[in-house]
């Protein structure tokens, strides 16, 4: 059944519903029984060890947020006023805010002809003598052509950044998403695959950050250091903030990330369902995006691709007359009235602004079910 409260529609089958193991209380409750609460302590530890050994990330920091790793990154790079930063336009805001709020230029990419990734090509006519680095976001953890970004950063010198909110279990011919350019941020939001309900963390593949990361990362001082009986005192050393988590969230976290191979697994063969069953028809009213051999995603999003908005949006009114929630996804950033204000003159980007109007998920989450997903997928072709 469907009911209404308010602006909130209930539907039989949601857009997404958030993950649990079944040993978060029981890691919050060994939390409890200690003496650590703030941020760096014994499960913030386990979880940057699970991280690195079994994910492949390496050097990581966890975060407060997503976002608060994106501004981090800003800050290791030396962002600020007189440097220009290219970014895609269909992207989440956070992915802009955190170079914008170092007083950097944004400069705006388009998306791919036929996937919301960012365009290298976009992004080679846009560098000039200004340009300080490129920041990507892989979306639907799905990866962005690395070859080619890594490529235009090295032979331009350029910091390389990895938005890599949506990609937890996410590789590129075989190395993590994240893990590729100088910097990687991951998020752990409840609307992702793992989370700790609010959460990030801060990949550092660059070895001449690491140590400005350690500093930056606990307020600008060199705390870590004493802690490790290095030094006698620590003292404010750099720029910095507060950007490490409670141990609530990393105890919460740790219960994801030890539990969350088999969820993840699930969440694919959710999406390869999906998938098998919409790719053997052909529909003038959508199609599915082109998947690259080197996306070995992770199943964050399942998306159609809409021939305009109005069979967008009567498709999603056709789900939720069917109890199925259904969502589109970004305004492209440079159409943004923020960004409008900013600039006088307003820049096309086609691919990003048919995303915009066109891209509609479908609903994808750890617990939901193929029988759900046949449902789903009769509905959807239902509409044609």
Same mark, same amino acid.
């Given at each position: $059944?469907?009911?209404?409260?308010?602006?909130?529609?209930? $539907?039989?089958?949601?857009?997404?519903?958030?993950?649990?193991?079944?040993?978060?209380?029981?890691?919050?409750?060994?939390?409890?029984?200690?003496?650590?609460?703030?941020?760096?302590?014994?499960?913030?530890?386990?979880?940057?060890?699970? #991280?690195?050994?079994?994910?492949?990330?390496?050097?990581?920091?966890? =975060? =407060?947020?997503?976002?608060?790793?994106?501004?981090?990154?800003?800050?290791?790079?030396?962002?600020?006023?007189?440097?220009?930063?290219?970014?895609?336009?269909?992207?989440?805001?956070?992915? @802009?805010?955190?170079?914008?709020?170092?007083?950097?230029?944004?400069?705006?990419?388009?998306?791919?002809?036929?996937?919301? *990734?960012?365009?290298?090509?976009?992004? +080679?006519? #846009?560098?000039?003598?200004?340009?300080?680095?490129?920041?990507?976001?892989?979306?639907?953890?799905?990866?962005?052509?690395?070859?080619?970004?890594?490529?235009? @950063?090295?032979?331009?010198?350029?910091?390389?950044?990895?938005?890599? @909110?949506?990609?937890? &279990?996410?590789?590129?011919?075989? %190395?993590?998403?994240?893990?590729?350019?100088?910097?990687?941020?991951?998020?752990?939001?409840?609307?992702?695959?793992?989370?700790?309900?609010?959460? &990030?963390?801060?990949?550092? *593949?660059?070895?001449?950050? $690491? +140590? +400005?990361?350690?500093?930056?990362?606990?307020?600008?001082?060199?705390? $870590?250091?004493?802690?490790?009986?290095?030094?006698?005192?620590?003292?404010?050393?750099?720029?910095? !903030?507060?950007? #490490?988590?409670?141990?609530?969230?990393?105890?919460?976290?740790?219960?994801?990330?030890?539990?969350?191979?088999?969820?993840?697994?699930?969440?694919?063969?959710?999406?390869?369902?999906?998938?098998?069953?919409?790719?053997?028809?052909?529909?003038?009213?959508?199609?599915?995006?082109?998947?690259?051999?080197?996306?070995?995603?992770?199943?964050?999003?399942?998306?159609?691709?809409?021939?305009?908005?109005?069979?967008?949006?009567?498709?999603? +009114?056709?789900? @939720?007359?069917?109890?199925?929630? !259904?969502?589109?996804?970004?305004?492209? #950033?440079? =159409?943004?009235?923020?960004?409008?204000?900013? *600039?006088? %003159?307003? /820049?096309?980007?086609?691919?990003?602004?048919?995303?915009?109007?066109?891209?509609?998920?479908?609903?994808?989450?750890?617990?939901?079910?193929?029988?759900?997903?046949?449902? /789903?997928?009769?509905?959807?072709?239902?509409?044609?």
């Amino acid at each position: $059944m469907m009911r209404d409260i308010g602006y909130i529609r209930i $539907m039989k089958i949601p857009f997404n519903k958030s993950w649990l193991s079944g040993k978060e209380t029981v890691y919050i409750n060994e939390l409890v029984r200690g003496e650590h609460f703030s941020g760096n302590g014994p499960f913030t530890r386990r979880c940057r060890e699970v #991280l690195s050994n079994q994910y492949g990330y390496g050097e990581n920091y966890l =975060t =407060t947020s997503c976002t608060d790793a994106l501004e981090l990154s800003a800050l290791l790079c030396d962002i600020g006023p007189g440097d220009e930063v290219i970014l895609p336009s269909y992207t989440f805001v956070s992915t @802009a805010n955190a170079f914008a709020l170092r007083g950097a230029t944004l400069k705006f990419a388009d998306s791919l002809p036929d996937h919301p *990734n960012i365009d290298p090509a976009s992004v +080679k006519k #846009l560098i000039s003598k200004q340009t300080k680095a490129i920041v990507l976001m892989h979306y639907a953890g799905m990866a962005c052509d690395m070859h080619a970004l890594l490529r235009i @950063a090295q032979e331009k010198n350029l910091f390389l950044i990895e938005d890599a @909110a949506q990609c937890i &279990g996410a590789y590129y011919e075989g %190395q993590a998403l994240g893990t590729l350019g100088d910097l990687g941020t991951l998020s752990f939001h409840e609307t992702k695959n793992l989370h700790c309900g609010e959460g &990030g963390a801060l990949l550092i *593949n660059n070895k001449r950050l $690491m +140590k +400005k990361a350690e500093l930056a990362i606990e307020k600008g001082t060199n705390r $870590m250091a004493f802690l490790r009986g290095e030094t006698s005192s620590y003292e404010w050393q750099s720029l910095g !903030s507060s950007f #490490l988590p409670p141990e609530t969230s990393a105890a919460f976290l740790l219960a994801q990330l030890e539990n969350g191979t088999e969820a993840l697994a699930h969440r694919k063969s959710l999406w390869n369902c999906y998938f098998n069953h919409l790719t053997s028809v052909s529909s003038p009213l959508w199609k599915l995006p082109k998947i690259e051999t080197w996306m070995d995603h992770n199943a964050h999003h399942f998306f159609i691709l809409c021939k305009d908005q109005s069979t967008r949006d009567r498709i999603r +009114k056709h789900l @939720a007359e069917k109890n199925i929630a !259904s969502s589109f996804h970004y305004i492209p #950033l440079h =159409t943004s009235s923020f960004i409008s204000k900013q *600039n006088a %003159q307003h /820049v096309s980007l086609p691919n990003a602004e048919r995303f915009g109007e066109t891209l509609l998920r479908l609903p994808l989450f750890n617990t939901l079910t193929e029988q759900e997903v046949d449902e /789903v997928c009769k509905a959807v072709l239902g509409e044609q």
